[in-house]
């Protein structure tokens, strides 16, 4: 079977990827590969149920992609090296815990009830748009309306959609302030911040939107391990227990998926449980397989990369009324052997659909630079207080490569003009809290030195 052997190959290419990378499970390279292995297992595991054989081609589409991300990844690695042997012998370094983001208990309140306002509005506006017997179902009407119609994301008008945006952010804030929590061992704010980061889930799932609320959690994770290595000077952080652990909530979380779906979004699914799983994970690899040997007939749009770069061309679309470049994606649904399979092809389909063998190459190993190098940046952790703002960034782009098995996540959430205002709300929500903290400082300071002049 060419799909087992695929699966050989790039279990064998997480072993190397990890070692080479020192070690590091949380390395872009490593991510971006073990994602395609688990949908390697997938394949395999349901490859009697469709009744597919793998193609050479897909298998050279699959395992070239992968190594020139390893490649790219490692070259970039390499001049990292040099660049911090240089850094090291000028002295130059950062200061102990800098990174660390100010608890404001008062401050983390008002983002809290902000979401909170912000959950709300969006559930009247839902509701009155889509009205339905529930609310999961007005959900359910809503998720469709955005995944298969023009209208469905404008429904949110200024300045609910800004705040909603702002909201988006802050669970990122929220998921670090929780990881700070738990890497320092501190429960101060604690309870808020994980109200915070519950709020901003639930907005996520209220918007029929499961992946980034997801992301939220991922972005936990990933920040915990990066902070707690630099407090344990850089030594790996994730043993045996950890992954044991992880696995078993990985697990727990898929087999709710369908639940989650059908009981909080009002989605409604024909499948049963394993095929409804299949359709997520696995079946990429088969839907790529069939629009290859279709002979990649599509119709010549006439737009530099039409799926690749769609979400970025659909900003541009609705800000300059373009009505040609607004469009939903060329993602037909597919059936193998009677099963469905979803329309989710992996990210190399929208690279072979705009720009064939030679742009998959280049997009990847683009992505790939792109993502070590904000990786490096991030556990480096040496952009003072405004280090964690890198982190979550990183998190961000990780959750987009360990994902790209499945679509493409990081030319369709990353490298788009939307991020750009991602990173300014960021921003914006880094500077406040510096705002309020050093406000809160020099106030405590200024009460201290009134009581020593009253005892004086």
């Not at 087992?4 to 190397?16: P, R, S, W, Y």
């Not at 952010?169 to 700070?180: I, P």
């Not at 904000?374 to 960034?393: E, N, R, T």
Request: net charge neutral; proline share 2%; with cysteine.
């Amino acid at each position: 079977m060419v799909q087992f052997f695929l699966l050989i190959i790039l279990v064998c290419t997480c072993a190397i990827v990890y070692l080479f990378n020192d070690r590091d499970p949380l390395s872009p390279a490593f991510l971006f590969t073990i994602g395609f292995a688990l949908c390697a297992f997938s394949t395999v595991f349901f490859s009697e149920r469709w009744a597919y054989e793998m193609s050479a081609e897909v298998f050279f589409v699959v395992v070239g992609g992968v190594l020139t991300f390893a490649v790219v990844s490692f070259v970039c690695l390499l001049a990292n090296r040099q660049r911090e042997a240089r850094r090291q012998r000028q002295g130059k370094g950062c200061n102990e815990r800098q990174w660390m983001l100010p608890v404001n208990k008062g401050l983390l309140v008002a983002f809290v009830v902000f979401e909170g306002i912000v959950l709300y509005w969006s559930m009247v506006v839902i509701i009155d748009t889509y009205p339905a017997e529930n609310i999961s179902r007005s959900i359910g009407l809503y998720n469709s309306a955005v995944k298969f119609t023009d209208e469905g994301a404008d429904i949110f008008r200024t300045p609910l959609s800004q705040m909603r945006s702002i909201s988006s952010m802050l669970g990122y804030v929220f998921a670090f302030y929780v990881a700070q929590s738990f890497a320092l061992s501190k429960k101060e704010g604690r309870g808020v911040q994980m109200l915070g980061l519950l709020l901003a889930c639930l907005l996520q799932l209220a918007s029929a939107n499961r992946t980034v609320a997801v992301g939220y959690i991922f972005c936990f994770v990933i920040a915990y391990f990066i902070l707690k290595r630099k407090l344990e000077n850089d030594s790996p952080v994730i043993g045996v227990r950890m992954v044991f652990v992880l696995i078993c909530v990985a697990v727990l979380f898929i087999a709710s998926f369908q639940t989650i779906a059908e009981v909080v979004q009002g989605r409604t699914t024909s499948s049963d449980s394993l095929g409804y799983l299949s359709a997520y994970i696995g079946a990429q690899l088969p839907n790529l397989d069939t629009f290859i040997q279709s002979g990649d007939v599509h119709e010549d749009s006439g737009i530099f990369g039409y799926m690749t770069f769609r979400n970025s061309i659909r900003w541009i679309g609705l800000q300059f009324a373009i009505p040609e470049f607004v469009y939903q994606y060329d993602l037909p649904f597919n059936t193998i052997n009677g099963v469905s399979t979803g329309n989710v092809y992996t990210t190399f389909y929208a690279f072979l659909y705009d720009f064939d063998i030679a742009g998959c190459i280049l997009l990847t190993g683009l992505m790939a630079a792109f993502s070590q190098l904000v990786y490096q940046k991030s556990k480096a952790l040496d952009s003072g207080f405004y280090s964690g703002l890198w982190v979550i960034l990183y998190t961000m782009v990780a959750y987009a490569l360990i994902l790209c098995f499945f679509s493409n996540k990081f030319y369709e959430n990353i490298f788009t003009i939307s991020m750009i205002y991602r990173i300014i709300y960021l921003v914006v929500i880094f500077w406040v809290i510096k705002y309020f903290s050093q406000r809160e400082t020099k106030t405590d300071a200024h009460m201290v030195g009134r009581r020593d002049l009253w005892r004086a």
